[in-house]
């Protein structure tokens, strides 16, 4: 193990994405290359520029990662016993931090599985070759604007269609879709947190329209509101923000909280957190699906290599590049049927455009592991 690279890399994205803490025009992306003696490993931060989604932000991922992470690496490489599952056990003593944690586990991932010609979806135990693609779309100015985008979305062979929803703009837009493109609609809405219990008689105005599920309708930390919301409402709730690991998988589970759980590796710590969510809820019987933060093709491959794993039953937010950026980093992802394929080849199994990367780049720093 040479070395660290941390890269920051600036994405537009084609269209503004509003949700109920803010809007999207860009992503800020830090990106984690792991230099090995043979082969590197990349990982993407999914940290947002600003704390709006969890506590966590770009450049304060970026210092626990230099300041607090980077030594754990050297410790375990200088006794010889640097693993990916060793790392991870000894990047517990550093409190919270998931996506910087995740961005990093998952560079020294992609590295050793490269080196051992393995690829995600076959480390991870996936069980299917495609994954059903679901998109999720913003708060839009209008209803027929977004009427359009759903629109869009279906002519593309969008499987499902996730709703921004806020106090405000949730029964109208709901009831609009539904009306427009009928029953057979997969349908589910994400709040991100932006009610109370005290909104429980609004939200049950969404039930007669057969949503899928509500996800992260309550605060991060409101499991209990989240049991009681679920006693009061005929749509499935699902948790997002809340499950920060996979004990608190099993303690929203076991609470009442969640039916459905929505896993996304760098609110967990990582990969190999994500899968033990993935089996606390298989054994619950709680239906899973894949999250999404906007990834580039770099975390969109390793999503979509855990989401063709058994338990993940329902579509995810594992989009087709072209929803996000008019040029992705990667050999683009792209819809089949409806379907994202899962990469095959070593690691994460798609590497970026190193000439691009540069183009986009705004600032790199090497950290070396080991004298
Ligand atoms: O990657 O397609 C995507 C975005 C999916 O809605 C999405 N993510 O709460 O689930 C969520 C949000 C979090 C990121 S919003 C900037
Ligand atoms: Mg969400």
Same mark, same amino acid.
């Given at each position: 193990?040479?070395?660290?690279?941390?890269?920051?890399?600036?994405?537009?994205?084609?269209?503004?994405?509003?949700?109920?803490?803010?809007?999207?025009?860009?992503?800020?992306?830090?990106?984690?290359?792991?230099?090995?003696?043979?082969?590197?490993g990349w990982g993407e931060?999914?940290?947002?520029?600003?704390?709006?989604?969890?506590?966590?932000?770009?450049?304060?991922?970026?210092?626990?990662?230099?300041?607090?992470?980077?030594?754990?690496?050297?410790?375990?490489?200088?006794?010889?016993?640097?693993?990916?599952?060793?790392?991870?056990?000894?990047?517990?003593?550093?409190?919270?931090?998931?996506?910087?944690?995740?961005?990093?586990?998952t560079a020294?991932l992609d590295l050793?599985l490269r080196?051992?010609?393995?690829s995600f979806g076959?480390?991870?135990?996936?069980?299917?070759?495609?994954?059903?693609?679901?998109?999720?779309?913003?708060?839009?100015?209008?209803?027929?604007?977004?009427?359009?985008?759903?629109?869009?979305?279906?002519?593309?062979?969008?499987?499902?269609?996730?709703?921004?929803?806020?106090?405000?703009?949730?029964?109208?837009?709901?009831?609009?879709?539904?009306?427009?493109?009928?029953?057979?609609?997969?349908?589910?809405?994400?709040?991100?947190?932006?009610?109370?219990?005290?909104?429980?008689?609004?939200?049950?105005?969404?039930?007669?329209?057969?949503?899928?599920?509500?996800?992260?309708?309550?605060?991060?930390?409101?499991?209990?509101?989240?049991?009681?919301?679920?006693?009061?409402?005929?749509?499935?709730?699902?948790?997002?923000?809340?499950?920060?690991?996979?004990?608190?998988?099993?303690? $929203?589970?076991?609470?009442?909280?969640?039916?459905?759980? *929505?896993?996304? #590796?760098?609110?967990? !710590? =990582?990969? @190999? /957190? $994500?899968?033990?969510?993935?089996?606390?809820?298989?054994? *619950?019987?709680? #239906?899973?699906?894949? !999250? =999404?933060? @906007? /990834?580039?093709g770099l975390g969109r491959a390793a999503n979509v290599a855990?989401?063709?794993?058994?338990?993940?039953?329902?579509?995810?937010?594992?989009?087709?590049?072209?929803?996000?950026?008019?040029?992705?980093?990667t050999?683009?992802?792209?819809?089949?049927?409806?379907?994202?394929?899962?990469p095959?080849g070593p690691g994460l199994g798609v590497t970026p455009?190193?000439?691009?990367?540069?183009?986009?780049?705004?600032?790199?720093?090497?950290?070396?592991?080991?004298?």
């Amino acid at each position: 193990m040479r070395g660290l690279e941390l890269r920051r890399i600036a994405m537009p994205l084609v269209s503004p994405f509003r949700t109920s803490f803010g809007t999207e025009t860009a992503r800020d992306v830090l990106l984690v290359r792991a230099a090995g003696e043979t082969a590197e490993g990349w990982g993407e931060c999914v940290a947002m520029a600003e704390p709006l989604y969890s506590s966590e932000h770009v450049d304060g991922a970026a210092e626990v990662i230099r300041r607090f992470l980077l030594p754990e690496v050297t410790a375990l490489a200088k006794s010889g016993e640097l693993t990916v599952p060793r790392l991870e056990a000894a990047l517990g003593r550093i409190k919270g931090h998931p996506m910087a944690k995740a961005g990093l586990l998952t560079a020294l991932l992609d590295l050793s599985l490269r080196e051992s010609g393995t690829s995600f979806g076959a480390y991870l135990g996936a069980v299917k070759t495609t994954v059903p693609a679901g998109v999720s779309v913003g708060i839009m100015s209008s209803i027929p604007a977004l009427l359009d985008a759903v629109d869009g979305y279906r002519a593309q062979g969008y499987v499902r269609i996730k709703l921004k929803i806020e106090p405000g703009w949730d029964v109208e837009p709901v009831r609009a879709v539904r009306e427009r493109f009928g029953d057979d609609l997969l349908l589910q809405v994400d709040a991100n947190t932006a009610y109370t219990l005290a909104d429980a008689r609004q939200l049950a105005r969404l039930d007669p329209f057969d949503l899928l599920l509500i996800e992260q309708p309550l605060p991060e930390d409101d499991l209990r509101g989240h049991a009681a919301l679920a006693r009061q409402i005929r749509t499935p709730v699902c948790l997002d923000e809340s499950i920060t690991s996979a004990r608190a998988a099993a303690d $929203a589970i076991a609470l009442g909280a969640t039916s459905v759980i *929505n896993v996304k #590796p760098g609110r967990v !710590g =990582g990969y @190999l /957190e $994500a899968r033990r969510v993935h089996d606390v809820c298989a054994a *619950n019987g709680v #239906p899973v699906w894949c !999250g =999404g933060m @906007l /990834e580039t093709g770099l975390g969109r491959a390793a999503n979509v290599a855990l989401a063709a794993l058994p338990n993940f039953t329902l579509p995810g937010d594992t989009s087709a590049s072209d929803r996000y950026f008019a040029r992705d980093i990667t050999k683009p992802f792209v819809l089949d049927g409806g379907h994202v394929a899962v990469p095959t080849g070593p690691g994460l199994g798609v590497t970026p455009d190193l000439d691009y990367l540069g183009e986009i780049t705004t600032a790199t720093e090497w950290l070396p592991v080991l004298p």
